[in-house]
């Protein structure tokens, strides 16, 4: 018994300690594994130290990476051509996977590409147009390959919403000329070979495009190339208009991309929504020198209907360029920050409620128009006309008089018949002035005597030839002193 005892202890102990070693070596194994993965952390952000000659032969450039990245190439002799120009800092450092970006735009530059052999450091290098088909990495739609940004990948992407051909119609203008676009119809799946930086490009593009329409509403894919502006400025305008657009009291479905590399725009909508959205980008497309791009909403006037006068006023050049937007009653202006203010500003003063009023710009030939405007201002006013005393037209009077000093112009806003009584008076008023000084036009109130007399009378003793004491007449065209009747406010106009 004595024996069987101890026996049965020593074999007790034995298993303790064997389960106590298994326990240790389970420890170490779930302990070290982490540790693994920090190191290989740490190795890829280690950063190594590269010294390159200004000129090099493209083999010893890939022994340099292979030596500082500890990875193994394979090569045939006959891809190894020709020698490059690099210009870098001497010993600059850089990490692994910046190097590996480096090593690809170099091979990329010489028509070559790296397939790398799953789970291994050996890479392939090879002509882009073999290395597309060889050994590829194949994932689906929501999973992910690991592989380095130059290496090349397949990528099964289904689409779901968008018309499969017309998707890849889309794409194949910002497609690399290495890799491959193809469509699978079976399965409704395009099929994208590429370098892996490209092909994460190309998904997130599709993402965005491969979008439900509305019921019985077809969206098509449209890129639409920017030629004069930054397509950023483009982009910004556009849907600043159309995402604020309602129409039958829903507002307009519409998708815009910007693709950068082309200077382009993605287009996502129905046909009329998109032949609107590229009418109005080839209209503000313009070549503009320093210009910023203004949109200015109407209260009162049609946008369309002012363009030709502001267009007058500040013609057509390379630095301005004025374009309405019927559907939201605007005008987008493309001119640099002063020009644009004084668009604005003039914008302002001719949108007023105008009823049955038009707009007639009416140059002068002799008067100035800042000096001409407060007169008639003053003489069409809405409290003069009433009776009651001199005063300024009012946003809602029914004749409103502006100067526009860059053409020495009036801009007569008034019904017919009251237009054609300021012409009448301009023409009166806009007559060659004296050479004696500059000269002044006044409005003097009669309070006892009829203003068409004391006109006359004045007339008469101002006149050229009688002031000369020669006799009696009218006043000359080049007269220094010019009296003018105004009945509706008996008052005379001097001009001298």
Do not use: W
């Amino acid at each position: 018994m004595i024996l069987f005892f101890n026996f049965s202890s020593l074999l007790l102990r034995k298993l303790q300690l064997l389960s106590g070693i298994m326990f240790l070596c389970l420890l170490l194994i779930l302990i070290s594994r982490p540790l693994e993965l920090e190191a290989a952390k740490e190795n890829s952000r280690t950063k190594v130290s590269i010294n390159l000659p200004q000129t090099i032969i493209l083999k010893e450039f890939i022994k340099i990476i292979s030596e500082k990245t500890g990875t193994v190439f394979v090569y045939e002799e006959k891809n190894m051509r020709g020698q490059m120009s690099i210009t870098a800092p001497r010993n600059f450092k850089v990490t692994v996977e910046d190097a590996f970006f480096f090593f690809e735009k170099i091979l990329a530059s010489q028509g070559l590409a790296m397939v790398r052999k799953k789970g291994s450091k050996v890479v392939e290098i090879l002509p882009a147009a073999d290395a597309r088909f060889s050994r590829l990495p194949i994932s689906k739609d929501g999973q992910k390959v690991s592989a380095k940004g130059g290496n090349y990948v397949m990528r099964l992407i289904p689409i779901l919403h968008a018309d499969l051909k017309g998707i890849q119609s889309t794409l194949q203008p910002i497609f690399s000329k290495t890799g491959a676009l193809l469509v699978y119809e079976p399965m409704n799946m395009l099929i994208v070979i590429d370098v892996e930086s490209n092909v994460s490009r190309i998904v997130e593009l599709i993402d965005m495009l491969d979008t439900s329409a509305p019921e019985a509403v077809e969206q098509i894919v449209t890129l639409q190339q920017i030629i004069h502006n930054d397509v950023t400025e483009i982009h910004k305008t556009v849907s600043e208009l159309f995402s604020n657009l309602v129409r039958n009291g829903k507002p307009t479905k519409f998708k815009l991309l910007i693709e950068a590399r082309l200077n382009s725009l993605f287009i996502v909508a129905n046909r009329e929504t998109t032949d609107e959205i590229i009418e109005l980008i080839e209209k503000v497309d313009v070549p503009v020198e320093g210009a910023k791009t203004t949109i200015h909403e109407l209260k009162y006037s049609a946008a369309a209907k002012l363009v030709p006068l502001i267009t007058t006023v500040f013609p057509k050049t390379a630095s301005i360029k004025i374009v309405p937007f019927t559907p939201f009653n605007a005008l987008i202006i493309i001119a640099n920050p002063v020009t644009t203010q004084q668009i604005i500003d003039l914008v302002d003063q001719l949108d007023i409620p105008r009823g049955n009023r038009q707009i007639m710009l009416k140059q002068l030939q002799y008067a100035s128009a800042t000096t001409l405007a407060p007169l008639l201002s003053k003489i069409f006013a809405d409290k003069v006309v009433a009776g009651k005393g001199e005063g300024e037209t009012a946003a809602g009077s029914p004749v409103k008089i502006i100067a526009e000093p860059r053409l020495n112009a009036l801009i007569i806003i008034a019904d017919r018949l009251a237009t054609d009584k300021v012409l009448q008076l301009i023409a009166k008023l806009d007559s060659e002035q004296g050479t004696s000084g500059e000269t002044q036009l006044k409005l003097i109130p009669l309070k006892n005597t009829s203003a068409k007399r004391m006109a006359n009378l004045l007339t008469k003793i101002f006149v050229d030839r009688v002031v000369a004491g020669k006799a009696e007449g009218n006043t000359a065209k080049a007269s220094p002193v010019k009296i003018i009747e105004e009945e509706r406010l008996n008052s005379l106009i001097i001009i001298a």
